[in-house]
């Protein structure tokens, strides 16, 4: 897909929506990145960006006859690395990890730095134009990378500069992320979709402004999610209540009905079903 004429926040959703339409496997997660990100300027043309994404790819490509390593995997570790982190300069932004900017990809292209998952989105771009097998991981609390050659693997960290983690590596990190009783699962190593790295993206953007009290820019966030993830019932759900805190009381009606719609049975249900007779009741 080619969007290089969306200009608009119309446009952008209309692109977007297409994108929700997709199998997950002909997702571009970098371009849908861009889209996201354009949602903050509608106006900013995007064809800069696509063009920094494709000189990432030619410059992996230049250099991957050139680097030596003991393995085809660690060769495509060492020319991520020379690409990304060295030669264009991307690093984790430690000093101001919650800024906005950090997860919006237009923003981080700009900075040359930003979250892990931004910083994963260029790397699985600029892997996967080669040809190269890379994915995110669903670890909790830090996204992480997994990248395959035939059959080695290897988890490495696009925060700190594809730094490669072993499994103490993990089990460390993963006890300073969810507390000491955390325990290494098998569900950890498993690669995460395209769909749910965008959402991943999204949704960290979602909780800093939960985090600063800013409930319609949360909104805006769970609605770009639902353009590209439309059958996810807890998006509706969290739709439907941020529309009721915003008193947007016919929204949150309509949310809360995809939601139980697409939801199965439980808890979850029954508060909605609760909250949803007394919106109407409201509305009457």
């Known amino acids: 897909m080619n969007w290089s004429l969306a200009s608009g926040r119309q446009d952008l959703e209309s692109a977007l929506r297409q994108v929700g339409s997709l199998p997950d496997g002909q997702i571009d997660v970098a371009e849908t990145a861009l889209l996201l990100a354009a949602l903050d300027q509608p106006k900013l043309p995007l064809d800069?960006?696509?063009?920094?994404?494709?000189?990432?790819?030619?410059?992996?490509?230049?250099?991957?006859?050139?680097?030596?390593?003991?393995?085809e995997l660690q060769v495509r570790l060492e020319v991520l690395r020379q690409v990304i982190f060295g030669r264009y300069g991307y690093a984790g932004d430690e000093e101001t990890y919650d800024d906005l900017q950090n997860g919006n990809l237009m923003r981080v292209i700009?900075?040359?730095?930003?979250?892990?998952?931004?910083?994963?989105i260029l790397?699985?771009?600029?892997?996967?134009?080669?040809?190269?097998?890379?994915?995110?991981?669903?670890?909790?609390?830090?996204?992480?990378?997994?990248?395959?050659?035939?059959?080695?693997?290897?988890?490495?960290?696009?925060?700190?500069?594809?730094?490669?983690?072993?499994?103490?590596?993990?089990?460390?990190?993963?006890?300073?992320?969810?507390?000491?009783?955390?325990?290494?699962?098998?569900?950890?190593?498993?690669?995460?979709?395209?769909?749910?790295?965008?959402?991943?993206?999204?949704?960290?953007?979602?909780?800093?402004?939960?985090?600063?009290?800013?409930?319609?820019?949360?909104?805006?966030?769970?609605?770009?999610?639902?353009?590209?993830?439309?059958?996810?019932?807890?998006?509706?759900?969290?739709?439907?209540?941020?529309?009721?805190?915003?008193?947007?009381?016919?929204?949150?009606i309509v949310s809360l009905e995809h939601f139980l719609e697409l939801a199965p049975a439980g808890s979850q249900r029954q508060e909605a079903e609760e909250l949803l007779r007394q919106l109407r009741t409201r509305l009457n």
């Open 48 to 71: 800069r960006y696509r063009h920094h994404l494709s000189l990432l790819a030619r410059d992996a490509r230049d250099l991957s006859g050139k680097v030596e390593g003991d393995s």
């Open 110 to 120: 700009d900075r040359r730095c930003g979250l892990p998952v931004a910083l994963g």
């Open 123 to 252: 790397v699985i771009a600029t892997a996967r134009a080669q040809g190269w097998d890379a994915s995110g991981l669903a670890f909790p609390g830090h996204f992480l990378l997994q990248l395959q050659a035939g059959s080695e693997r290897a988890v490495v960290d696009p925060f700190n500069g594809l730094r490669e983690l072993q499994a103490a590596d993990l089990r460390e990190l993963l006890k300073v992320l969810s507390g000491l009783e955390a325990e290494l699962k098998p569900e950890h190593y498993a690669p995460v979709s395209n769909r749910d790295t965008l959402l991943r993206l999204q949704n960290n953007l979602k909780l800093r402004h939960l985090r600063e009290q800013r409930p319609e820019q949360a909104l805006e966030l769970v609605e770009s999610m639902l353009l590209i993830a439309p059958d996810r019932a807890g998006l509706w759900r969290e739709a439907g209540l941020l529309h009721a805190h915003l008193s947007n009381l016919r929204a949150a």
